[in-house]
């Protein structure tokens, strides 16, 4: 409760990058969630939260909320599904698409004989053999100016990532930062800023001196101050 401004502002932080969700896709593949969290889990350890774009979302949200909408392994959509990515690219957004074959068919099946223009914004049409990795280093080549302005590297022993983070502008100077490790090793942790300035992290729960590298147990909890 004493840092209850700070968790609400680390919790409304913007998403930068959007995940299409496409409502056909979902019900006529049985593994389409499950494709689709490949995408979500490895965008999901950069320090920023992810979301979603539906049709819905995309006409009545305002589109200046992301950077970028993400067509990963989505094959069927409708006609109004398509044309809702559509507008937004006529508009001036960022569409990054996996490979050529998603949004290629109609809720039926059926090839559909259009594809998708630059129009205003930019259309990013990405190779069929990329892994899951590529692709998400290609989106975040996209949104480079919306990334934190801290960076954390990490190292647990593992080949995967297990600390999950955030952060947000400190309106009393600096910068408000939440690190949780969800990985089932500690994590040897090193904090910088994107500009090569040397960063100075401080716990806010406990008021120790972390300075720039500091552990993390598995299930730890760290809500940082970083100057």
Same mark, same amino acid.
Request: hydrophobic share 35%; proline share 2%.
């Given at each position: 409760?004493? #840092?209850?401004? $700070? ?15 496409? $409502?056909?896709? =979902? ?18 350890? $950069?320090? #920023? ?8 979302? @995309? ?10 909408? &993400? ?11 398509? !044309? =809702? ?10 569409? &990054? ?9 109609? $809720?039926?099946?059926? &090839? ?14 990405? !190779? ?17 100016? =919306? ?8 190292? +647990? ?16 100077? *600096?910068?408000?930062?939440? @690190? ?26 406990? *008021?120790?001196?972390? *300075? ?6 598995? +299930? ?8």
């Amino acid at each position: 409760n004493s #840092f209850s401004d $700070e968790i609400i502002a680390l919790r409304n932080q913007r998403r930068p990058v959007r995940i299409f969700y496409s $409502e056909t896709s =979902a019900i006529d593949k049985n593994y389409y969630m499950t494709e689709q969290f490949d995408l979500y889990e490895s965008l999901f350890f $950069e320090g #920023f939260p992810v979301g979603y774009a539906t049709e819905k979302i @995309i006409k009545k949200q305002d589109n200046n909320n992301w950077d970028v909408i &993400v067509v990963y392994k989505t094959e069927l959509v409708t006609d109004a599904e398509f !044309d =809702a990515i559509q507008s937004y690219l006529n508009q001036g957004g960022t569409v &990054v698409i996996d490979n050529p074959t998603s949004l290629s068919k109609n $809720e039926y099946g059926k &090839v559909r004989n259009k594809v998708l223009k630059q129009g205003k914004g930019k259309l990013v049409l990405l !190779d069929t053999d990329l892994t899951t990795i590529k692709i998400k280093d290609k989106v975040l080549e996209e949104i480079s100016n =919306a990334l934190p302005e801290i960076v954390l590297d990490e190292s +647990n022993g593992s080949a995967y990532k297990g600390c999950t983070w955030r952060v947000v502008k400190n309106p009393k100077g *600096g910068f408000l930062m939440n @690190i949780l490790n969800i990985g089932k090793n500690a994590a040897s942790l090193e904090i910088s800023m994107k500009n090569g300035q040397k960063a100075n992290a401080t716990d806010m729960l406990t *008021g120790q001196v972390l *300075g720039s590298k500091f552990e993390l147990k598995s +299930n730890g909890v760290l809500l940082l101050e970083v100057k």
